[in-house]
């Protein structure tokens, strides 16, 4: 138990005083003096607590009986209200089975288990005789190993050591292909015609009507067998038609567009959430996550948030039948930044 | 055929072939995108309204919009936008602006039935746009499967997947939709006022906007099967609830565990 300190008066409050020429030091004021509980000394309280611990066991009883209740009990007929019910049941019995053992227990502590203070003496960190006695036990271990001696032993043991982890590089390796350059290459090919999201409908030119925003997905994706929704979250893009005079598109891609029909990723090139909120009187684009807003109107220059790139956009036409179709892929790889990127 | 091929030659016959061709185009570009335009107006507006609407207009409106209703710095031009545009519009009490501000506010409607009518109706006579939606797309009979995925692609992103509404920039906010009268609802989509896009019926067809609407009247119906919804707001409200309730009943327990009993 160590030292037994029960705080008498001549342990506390000593303070040293400084003498001549002395550094000014604390001694160790001990601990305050023990103060008895109400249970300590009244018989009456300490059964009440008795019974107050015995409570708390006994709303762990309910609480697991209430489990079995609900488990049981409850018929489920197939509705969201009776499986909501036992939901609800469920998790408050076994909330309380647990929270009544664990006040039980705390409160049983508190009350009526004794609460001297002890303090207990660290112990020496380092002894000399102890540094000594393991030296020698890892100068017995080389000896009789013999690991100096048999030099053949030691060097086929390190290359075991060196060849042994690299089976877990075929092991990590094959969690996946390397991307390759599929961060760079969406679905969208040139012809490609932009179809509603999710109907697969394609779109006419003449449908777009000014200060309209249909969600798009390439033609195909939805008869994809196999990775579609990957390929779905890189080519997703949000066609919106403006008037054209508020488009202000840089030399060179002023035929992306079809009079005043411009077509965007929609993925952030912050972290690649959808940014697929566009206020059709201001044009801003915004990003959900992060609030990355882009302007419509200038190329979808970031003009607020994290987001470090322009969206990018995709080059439209329109075919024969007046449907709008991709000019070709996107010119750079969509979404957030990646090392390889460039 | 003689006569035909013999003119064939004639310094004319280019430019009429022309003009023909022209026509012709013409002619199937119109029928072809007819679909956007308002169809005929299925809430008749008689020559009375008109007047009495224009009345309204001229002591209620024009100030912003123009005795014409031909815009103004301070108010754009209504030609063309449709009933549908005045109905949603002055029906909800957004119009009449009480005051300027980033998006004008959801609010009592100032005018009663008869006299959003008469101002559709003198609108409407202004320009075809958008009619006021027929009643059967709005009984709440479509499929709710579908009207979910539909709102989940074009809607949910400002309003919020529970249709909760959400905070756009400035100021600006897509309201929640509870609540909101179905017809509205279609009224917004195809006239797409203030900051919302236009989702006119070639985007989204009729049907497909009956189902959205019946998705929306479905899960206003059945409510919350996940318990208290905290106003849907996603981690803003819940996160705010664990931080407080959540590490309150922690702080409280640890109170509780060092304490001295008495």
Redesign the interface.
């Known amino acids: 138990m160590g030292d037994h300190s029960d705080g008498t008066e001549a342990h506390s409050r000593a303070v040293a005083r400084a003498g001549h020429g002395e550094v000014d030091k604390f001694q160790d004021p001990g601990l305050p003096p023990h103060?008895l509980?109400?249970?300590d000394t009244n018989p009456k309280a300490a059964k009440r607590a008795e019974r107050q611990v015995a409570a708390l066991f006994g709303i762990s009883v309910i609480g697991t009986l209430l489990f079995f209740f609900a488990y049981f009990g409850v018929r489920l007929d197939n509705t969201?209200?009776t499986?909501?019910l036992q939901n609800?049941l469920l998790g408050l019995g076994t909330g309380f089975a647990m929270l009544g053992i664990g006040t039980g227990i705390?409160h049983w502590a508190?009350?009526l288990m004794p609460d001297h203070e002890v303090s207990e003496e660290r112990h020496a960190i380092r002894t000399e005789a102890d540094r000594v006695g393991a030296e020698k036990i890892v100068g017995d271990i080389l000896e009789e190993t013999g690991i100096k001696r048999r030099p053949l032993i030691r060097n086929t043991l390190l290359g075991a050591l060196v060849l042994a982890p690299l089976p877990a590089i075929a092991i990590f390796r094959d969690l996946g292909p390397l991307p390759a350059d599929a961060l760079r290459h969406t679905m969208w090919k040139t012809g490609t015609r932009l179809v509603?999201?999710?109907t697969g409908t394609p779109?006419?030119a003449?449908?777009?009507?000014?200060?309209?925003?249909?969600?798009v997905i390439p033609e195909g994706l939805n008869e994809l067998k196999e990775g579609k929704l990957e390929a779905k979250s890189k080519a997703v893009v949000l066609l919106?038609r403006l008037n054209p005079e508020e488009l202000h598109p840089s030399p060179g891609r002023e035929d992306w567009g079809y009079n005043g029909i411009v077509a965007y990723s929609k993925i952030c090139t912050h972290v690649g959430c959808?940014v697929?909120?566009?206020?059709?009187?201001?044009h801003?684009l915004?990003c959900?996550c992060h609030q990355s807003?882009f302007d419509l109107t200038r190329e979808c220059k970031v003009i607020?948030g994290p987001a470090n790139r322009p969206l990018p956009q995709l080059p439209i036409k329109v075919d024969s039948e007046?449907y709008l179709v991709a000019q070709s892929d996107f010119h750079e790889p969509v979404g957030p930044s990646f090392w390889e990127r460039g | 055929m003689k006569a035909l091929s013999q003119k064939r030659r004639h310094p004319l016959a280019a430019i009429a072939l022309l003009l023909l061709g022209l026509m012709l185009t013409g002619g199937l570009?119109a029928a072809?995108?007819t679909?956007?335009q308002a169809k005929a107006d299925t809430t008749t507006f008689s020559a009375q309204d008109t007047k009495e609407g224009q009345k309204l207009f001229v002591a209620n409106c024009a100030t912003c919009h123009g005795m014409g209703a031909g815009g103004s710095p301070t108010g754009p031009s209504l030609v063309g936008v449709g009933a549908a545009a005045v109905d949603f519009q002055v029906a909800t009490g957004r119009m009449p602006l009480e005051a300027n501000g980033p998006q004008a506010q959801e609010k009592p409607r100032q005018f009663n039935e008869t006299q959003t009518k008469q101002l559709a109706g003198y609108i409407a006579s202004l320009g075809a746009g958008p009619a006021i939606p027929e009643e059967h797309y709005l009984d709440g009979k479509g499929n709710a499967a579908t009207g979910g995925?539909?709102f989940r692609?074009?809607c949910a992103?400002?309003h919020n997947a529970a249709a909760a509404g959400?905070a756009?920039?400035r100021g600006?906010f897509?309201p929640a939709l509870a609540g909101v009268s179905s017809q509205h609802i279609y009224e917004a989509m195809v006239t797409?006022p203030?900051?919302?896009?236009?989702?006119?019926d070639?985007?989204i067809t009729p049907d497909d906007k009956r189902d959205i609407i019946t998705f929306l009247q479905t899960i206003d119906a059945?409510g919350s099967?996940?318990?208290a919804d905290l106003g849907s707001l996603g981690p803003v409200s819940e996160g705010l609830f664990i931080w407080v309730a959540g590490l309150g009943v922690v702080i409280a327990f640890t109170i509780?565990?060092t304490s001295?009993?008495?």
């Not at chain 1, 697929?276 to 201001?282: D, I, K, P, S, V």
């Not at chain 2, 203030?194 to 006119?200: S, T």
Request: charged residues 15%; contains cysteine; hydrophobic residues 40%.
């Open positions: 103060r509980r109400l249970a969201i209200s499986l909501r609800l705390v508190r009350a509603r999201d999710p779109i006419k003449a449908d777009v009507t000014i200060g309209s925003a249909y969600h919106m959808p697929a909120l566009y206020e059709q009187q201001t801003h915004l959900p807003t607020f007046g | 570009y072809a995108t679909v956007n995925e539909l692609v074009n992103m400002c959400g756009l920039t600006k897509a797409g203030q900051n919302m896009p236009v989702f006119n070639a985007n059945s099967p996940g318990g509780w565990l001295r009993t008495s």
